[in-house]
């Protein structure tokens, strides 16, 4: 959001340049207070505002979009004769530049909309709502020239782990197109239930779409069964031919496009309850995932679905799925051994590759075009194939080297099914942490990319899987305000984005959200940002809120700020010992109802001492930093995915050398369980001292205090308090489960 002084300097140029610079001092404070996003290319302002009439008269050409939300918000319309006599003139003007371009200005005599096509013209319509909705009757003067950074821009929600109902389908669409998002990615099928209505194919819904339990861990660990549409109790859901066609209809009126998915070779357990001849396996048999590669029904079926599908959805794209295909069972399977044969196919990369390219085909001589999750790169990518990057960006690199479109879809950045603040007090989430900062850190361009090779980076997309989203308010819980961040990312330039900004806007329009309807999340994190210094021999401790209108109050004796206690100032906290920060919103002298924030940092013994591993080493995808992680002072964050915990297979056993003899006090380390990604608490932690580091003794153990029950993530210390001498300390924790299970460090404390 440049402020474009140059068109004010030229309306004041006569005048002194002090009258402009407190011209523009007003300027800026109208920027600051438009809470427009995403936040477009560029604003200028001019002076006065424009008051609107009881009835609006509105030109030909007035997107739907704008009709409908002008009724939105109450305001009476009237269509006019010719365009001077109309207050709001709507008009196309192909000389307008960039994607979705358009120009609005909110003059003194009316409101102009001049876009490049109708998608700009919608997108101009959402900018003036906003603005209508913010201001109320009296708007501020000013106009905007503004266009997308990413041409799609997308949302992708998971309806067969959890069912949702279309009316929140419409909801959700209203709320993207509101922020100028434009695909709508629709998981119609996968393992937990197939949503989509098939006459061909009847059994599907009947067998298909309904399941024993609803919470998906009891269902897992229980029978992972399917039963009849109609049984007692049964979990589900599918969708009617009429609904579908609502929601694609609903779409299109909103520039939105809908691009559905149906998953295969893998995530397609489901089907085998339907119809078990898909399975390589003899019958339905829930360790099966994947479809029967060699069996020519399994291409009929497809085929067919795709046709039903085809006809219900007019996006040129549709989403083939292609992700985690267990494999397990083709290398065994006759009908598969044979296709491979036949076919000249050396391994199941290359049968699975087989398979999407014949979709691929099917796909394109129906006049449409395939996507897939990044793992169809496996084996060779079918020739036109677009690939959606979920892994990291890598599979998106490769395939735009190749030439191949790509959709950005980083699991590190843009999956709404972790957690947005520490889990504590948060409805059960997917493992990772992925904060509002977070989304809007992400900026969807590889740096390994070259100009020509970026051009096939079509945008990014927000993917909410709902293993642990158990209805639509969760779902909005989950995608509300995260998504909002998401549509900044893909439609404004990286160079104007500033999350400082963002913020305060989303302060505005979270409070908007929940007055529409929609369960937002309410933005309630406090991050300690934990930073060593060696050379003075200090930890420091920053924080931030996502409330910045809020004060943060905070103590570093554990104890509850009151309205007493010492508001954050925005300098480092620092401490040359051991603090237990505890930090909390006030809204004047009223606590705020969010929870506190409770972290605990030292300067310690062991910062920077040499660790020898005994024994074990840190798995290679959690490494940590290696050698300085768990001695660097800096404490892992809520989640096994910062890149500051140290994960193990094996039991952990590590030697520390203080360099000399120490007074021992006190000596904890911090493990986390998450047991949704196979993290488990240590059964047991030692500690063991030496003066020589040949001969140690065992000065104390402990067993663990946390269930494996708890699937939310748990922080469990193990706390030592002693009085010792030494100059080595030694600390095992114990790993006694089967290979592929981790415990997780950070970090050992030495006081
Ligand atoms: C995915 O998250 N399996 C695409
Ligand atoms: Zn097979």
């Not at 919470?215 to 992972?224: C, E, F, I, L």
């Not at 209809?249 to 119809?275: K, M, Q, W």
Request: aromatic content about 10%; proline content about 5%; hydrophobic content about 35%.
């Amino acid at each position: 959001m440049r402020t474009n002084y140059a068109r004010l300097r030229k309306l004041f140029g006569a005048l002194s340049l002090s009258l402009v610079g407190i011209f523009s001092a007003e300027g800026a404070v109208a920027l600051d207070s438009l809470q427009l996003i995403p936040r477009p290319v560029t604003i200028s302002y001019t002076k006065g505002t424009l008051t609107l009439p009881k009835r609006l008269t509105l030109s030909a050409h007035t997107p739907r979009v704008l009709r409908d939300g002008l009724a939105g918000l109450s305001l009476a319309t009237t269509e006019a004769k010719g365009r001077t006599s109309s207050f709001i003139r709507s008009r196309i003007d192909p000389s307008v530049q960039g994607r979705e371009g358009y120009r609005l200005t909110i003059g003194a005599r009316g409101i102009d909309l001049v876009a490049r096509d109708e998608a700009g013209l919608r997108q101009g319509a959402q900018s003036l709502l906003q603005i209508i909705g913010q201001y109320g009757a009296r708007l501020p003067q000013l106009s905007i020239v503004d266009s997308a950074r990413m041409a799609y821009r997308g949302v992708m929600l998971d309806v067969s782990r959890h069912f949702m109902k279309t009316d929140m389908i419409i909801r959700l669409l209203d709320e993207m197109a509101r922020y100028k998002l434009n695909r709508f990615h629709w998981h119609l099928v996968d393992g937990g239930g197939w949503r989509f209505p098939s006459e061909k194919y009847p059994l599907l819904t009947k067998k298909a779409a309904f399941r024993t339990e609803s919470d998906w861990d009891k269902w897992w660990q229980k029978d992972r069964r399917f039963v009849d549409e109609g049984t007692p109790g049964a979990y589900g859901g599918y969708y009617t031919k009429e609904e579908i066609q609502r929601v694609v209809r609903h779409a299109d009126r909103l520039g939105i496009t809908v691009i559905p998915e149906i998953e295969l070779p893998g995530h397609s357990n489901e089907l085998f309850s339907a119809y078990p001849e898909l399975s390589c396996l003899d019958g339905w048999a829930f360790e099966n995932s994947d479809v029967c590669i060699g069996n020519e029904k399994t291409f009929t079926f497809f085929e067919a679905i795709l046709d039903e599908v085809m006809a219900l959805f007019p996006s040129k794209y549709i989403h083939i799925g292609g992700d985690e295909a267990t494999m397990r069972h083709w290398g065994d399977c006759p009908k598969c051994t044979e296709r491979k044969r036949v076919e000249g196919l050396k391994d199941d990369h290359e049968l699975q590759s087989y398979m999407i390219r014949r979709i691929e085909k099917y796909l394109n001589s129906k006049g449409r075009k395939l996507i897939g999750w990044d793992e169809i790169l496996m084996g060779g990518l079918a020739p036109d194939a677009t690939v959606m990057s979920w892994r990291g960006e890598e599979g998106g690199i490769k395939a735009a080297k190749e030439g191949h479109d790509v959709i950005l879809t980083p699991g590190s950045h843009v999956y709404l099914d972790f957690y947005q603040r520490e889990a504590d007090g948060e409805p059960r989430a997917n493992g990772g942490f992925t904060t509002l900062e977070k989304v809007y850190s992400y900026n969807p361009m590889p740096k390994e990319l070259t100009a020509s090779e970026a051009k096939h980076i079509l945008g990014v997309q927000a993917n909410l899987w709902t293993e642990y989203v158990l209805d639509e308010a969760h779902a909005e819980y989950m995608l509300f305000p995260r998504v909002l961040a998401l549509a900044e990312v893909a439609w404004t330039p990286q160079a104007d984005r500033d999350y400082a900004s963002f913020l305060r806007r989303a302060n505005y329009h979270v409070p908007a959200l929940l007055k529409r309807g929609v369960n937002a999340y309410p933005l309630r994190h406090i991050a300690a940002l934990n930073d060593v210094d060696t050379a003075r021999r200090e930890v420091s401790v920053r924080l931030m809120s996502e409330r910045p209108a809020a004060e943060i109050r905070y103590t570093v004796d554990g104890s509850i700020p009151t309205a007493l206690s010492p508001v954050y100032d925005g300098r480092p906290i620092v401490s040359r010992d051991s603090i237990l920060l505890v930090a909390r919103l006030f809204d004047g002298g009223k606590a705020l109802d969010v929870p506190d924030l409770r972290f605990r940092t030292d300067y310690h013994k062991g910062i920077g001492k040499k660790i020898t591993y005994n024994d074990c080493s840190w798995n290679e995808k959690y490494p940590a930093g290696g050698e300085r992680a768990l001695l660097d002072g800096v404490r892992g964050t809520p989640t096994y995915l910062d890149g500051r915990w140290q994960g193990f297979t094996s039991p952990l056993d590590v030697t520390i050398d203080l360099g000399r003899e120490e007074e021992l006090s006190h000596i904890f380390a911090k493990f986390m369980q998450e047991r949704i990604q196979w993290v488990y608490m240590p059964g047991e932690v030692e500690v063991l001292l030496s003066s020589d580091g040949v001969n140690f003794r065992s000065v104390v153990k402990q067993s663990t205090r946390t269930s494996e029950e708890i699937y939310q993530p748990v922080f469990e210390t193990f706390s030592f308090p002693m009085k010792e001498r030494a100059r080595y300390v030694r600390l095992r924790a114990s790993n006694d489960r089967p290979k592929g299970n981790f415990i997780f460090c950070d970090e050992i404390v030495i006081h």
